[in-house]
């Protein structure tokens, strides 16, 4: 690719409690060529006289658009049928709302899967894909694995193959890797070759006297080396959008590296890996500019919450003006 259309992650401005309609209505007004709309809160989200609208709106603003839903690996055999569903709605939604994609993800990370070691989640996860893959064959949509914080990069690519590449990608995100301990370099590598999409999230991670810590920051204010990923994308990925993802305001997590007890949830750890890992931490230090803390659990939702909106509104269009002047993303913006 000669140049990657640029677009954003609805997800990174949550916090302003926009519907579906003014969301596209930004994207525009940042001159960006993509929408990811991504756990929308629009009361339509399930009538399809909206998805026909929303659908309208991106075409008339000239963005490709992209839908999906969450977590939908089977906690049980009980719960298979009920993944195969949430499959069967996303590929309805998305040939509504006219996107060729269904954002999934087997769960919200390694503390929330079912009880098993990974090869059985990859497993269960590849026969419940091949159910609906006809389904998503005939609506010409492809389901795209997001690299969550559950499963390793080369274990979500065997969930990919395992189930079939022509109707499952990845949504490959560079934020996610560092709290499976992995460089998000590696991650690209893994899963660049079959990406539908790209989304861009950068992260400080550092050492410190309880291991590693990680937190995620403004678009090329971490250690993540962005000039990097995109020119690897550009060797090894077919062609696809980029999207700025920004999810700040959290504090830092500290992964206790040197815990046995922790440890043995990552029996599946590659040693070569880990080490690209300590690598990336031995290069990073802490955030050091400004950020609201404030996207935590626990917290009443009104202290500071203006302040959290304008600092979600503020990341994500510094993020897109370093994406397009320093990252040299995106077309319309240049007319």
Known sequence: MDRFPLGYNTYSIRALKWHDLPLIEYATSLKLDAIFLQDSIDPGINDPAHWKAVKEAAARAGLWLGTGGSGVLPKDDADFDHSVKLLRDGVKRAVGMGSPIVRMLLAGDRDHLPPGPPAKHVETMIKVLKVV?????????????ENHKELLCWETRQVIDGAGKEFVGSYLDTGNPVFVMEDPMQTLETLGPVAVMLHLRDSVVYETPRGIAVQWVPLGEGVVDFKAILAKAREICPPIAVFNKPITGRPPAILPVWDPEFMKKYADLRAADFARFL???????PYERHMVIEDVPGKTPDVLSAALTFQQKEHMERGVEYAKKVLDAGIKWRA
Request: charged share 30%.
């Open 133 to 145: 893959r006809n389904e998503a064959m005939d609506a010409g949509v492809k389901f795209a694995i």
């Open 279 to 285: 690598a990336l931490a031995k290069k990073g230090g």
